[in-house]
């Protein structure tokens, strides 16, 4: 028998698909959960076991991981009628999704006052590609224990998991992370508009100013798309932002922070979902600097 922990996973997406295969590759038991069943076939071959409901899962489980889009689902998943709280196995639940910091602390008093279930709030940075390699940035909320205990298994996935405080904490820093991320996808935008409007090669400024102050991940990324127009098969959708962008604004007002960056940033990022772009990649946002309005 082994002594590693069993692992649940719930929502095996765009990030939870290369998270598990990872946590399998490393010899942890996984059973797994989706609402599209069919998007379970590939981990399932791999050796995951497919449970019916999350309570099902959560019974099974040590630690149930968790990557979801938003709080209405994960409401839904973890105190619904078969939902893991119908469950007190589980020791931990990990939430990889940003949601509200208010409504992280609301979940976890619930969940550990109906089955004992601590929670950590642990959002993920890095992309796909860094679910793949295992090199996620994760920040984590909760008690110290608990990010210790989980610290062996999240080793699998992360390249630094970082303990940043109490629940909602975790979820703070993420938030912090889409300041940047939100406002620097705007000006990547910006950058390559100028240049195409400018007679300059789009194409080659990731070679161009690669290294330099400029640079960064979501430049090397995204500006190629940009220039292509490549926006299906999304590596982050412009709703999925702008719904992070809504979270910092509203904590920004409760706690007196002035965010104009953020605000230019929503602005833009709305103009596109409104255009029928919300589900598309966030690199279509370069379409806004060509509309009039």
Not at 18 to 35: H, I, K, Q, S
Not at 86 to 104: A, E, M, Q
Not at 145 to 171: C, K, Q, Y
Request: net charge negative.
């Amino acid at each position: 028998m082994s002594d590693k922990p069993t692992i649940g996973y719930l929502g095996v997406g765009l990030m939870g698909e290369p998270m598990v295969n990872r946590l399998l590759d490393a010899g942890f038991e996984v059973t797994v959960w989706n609402r599209t069943k069919s998007k379970l076939d590939k981990v399932i071959a791999k050796g995951a076991i497919a449970a019916d409901t999350p309570a099902e899962l959560a019974a099974r489980c040590d630690y149930v991981f968790m990557c979801l889009m938003d709080a209405a689902s994960i409401e839904t998943v973890v105190f619904g009628e078969n939902g893991v709280c119908r469950s007190d196995n589980p020791k931990i639940l990990v939430d990889f999704g940003t949601i509200h910091p208010d409504t992280c602390r609301d979940f976890a008093a619930r969940l550990r006052a109906q089955n004992g279930t601590t929670w950590v709030d642990a959002p993920i940075s890095g992309g796909v590609a860094g679910a793949a390699d295992g090199t996620l940035a994760i920040m984590a909320g909760g008690s110290r224990a608990d990010i210790d205990t989980l610290r062996p298994v999240i080793a699998h996935l992360s390249a630094r998991f970082t303990h940043m405080g109490e629940n909602g904490a975790g979820l703070l820093t993420k938030l912090c992370n889409q300041i940047i991320v939100g406002s620097t996808m705007a000006v990547i935008a910006e950058a390559v508009n100028f240049a195409t409007k400018s007679g300059v090669d789009a194409g080659a400024l990731t070679h161009a100013l690669k290294g330099g102050f400029a640079d960064s991940l979501p430049f090397q990324l995204f500006a190629p798309r940009m220039v292509a127009g490549d926006f299906d098969n999304p590596l982050g959708a412009t709703d999925t932002m702008i719904k992070d962008q809504l979270a910092i604004s509203d904590v920004a007002a409760s706690v007196g922070a002035k965010i104009p960056m953020t605000d230019q940033a929503l602005k833009i990022l709305k103009n596109a979902s409104d255009h029928g772009d919300g589900q598309r990649d966030i690199s279509s946002i370069i379409k806004v600097f060509d509309r009039s309005e």
